[in-house]
């Protein structure tokens, strides 16, 4: 740089370290500006380095997050099939209960049909009773009737 450096033959001392110290105050600033690039170089990197690191981290997050939400839709899947089954068992819980009261309430008629039909048999067997009852009564009567006809015909 300082092979560079023209200064005018007529120039002083002075003038030449002027020169001088401007030449050395540019390339300090170059310098620094090189370090302060070099800084920031190296920051690129350490952010080029993590970016990559968090862009690999991600990717395994997605697929991670895939393989979750093909999970979850199965699981999904399980409970609208379990639902559709719970449905048609409440629907045919529902049928079994109206066949049951309709059996009940057909049992029921018979059991009452039975009843009706156990008491009018009971009440014509005590009819029938009271008929052989007053039977064996006018049987027996009549037996006396005769005993006492043929004893007073002797």
Same mark, same amino acid.
């Given at each position: 740089?300082?092979?560079?450096?023209?200064?005018?033959?007529?120039?002083?001392?002075?003038?030449?370290?002027?020169?001088?110290?401007?030449?050395?105050?540019?390339?300090?600033?170059?310098?620094?500006?090189?370090?302060?690039?070099?800084?920031?170089?190296?920051?690129?990197?350490?952010?080029?380095?993590?970016?990559?690191?968090?862009?690999? +981290?991600?990717?395994?997050?997605?697929?991670? =997050?895939?393989?979750?939400?093909? @999970? &979850? /839709? #199965?699981?999904?899947?399980?409970? %609208?099939?379990?639902?559709?089954?719970?449905?048609?068992?409440?629907?045919?819980?529902?049928?079994?209960?109206?066949?049951?009261?309709?059996?009940?309430?057909?049992?029921?008629?018979?059991?009452?049909?039975?009843?009706?039909?156990?008491?009018?048999?009971?009440?014509? +067997?005590?009819?029938?009773?009271?008929?052989? =009852?007053?039977?064996?009564?006018? @049987? &027996? /009567? #009549?037996?006396?009737?005769?005993? %006492?006809?043929?004893?007073?015909?002797?």
């Amino acid at each position: 740089l300082e092979s560079s450096i023209e200064v005018a033959p007529h120039s002083s001392s002075a003038q030449y370290d002027a020169a001088l110290r401007r030449v050395e105050g540019k390339v300090r600033d170059y310098e620094n500006r090189i370090s302060q690039l070099r800084v920031d170089l190296r920051h690129d990197r350490q952010d080029f380095h993590l970016a990559r690191a968090q862009l690999r +981290q991600a990717s395994r997050n997605m697929e991670k =997050a895939s393989v979750e939400n093909k @999970h &979850a /839709e #199965g699981l999904r899947d399980q409970a %609208r099939k379990r639902r559709q089954v719970l449905d048609g068992l409440t629907h045919r819980a529902a049928q079994l209960r109206s066949e049951v009261k309709s059996e009940v309430a057909d049992q029921r008629k018979q059991h009452n049909h039975q009843v009706h039909r156990l008491r009018q048999n009971s009440m014509v +067997q005590g009819t029938m009773a009271e008929i052989e =009852a007053e039977t064996r009564k006018d @049987h &027996a /009567e #009549g037996m006396q009737l005769r005993e %006492r006809a043929a004893q007073a015909l002797n």
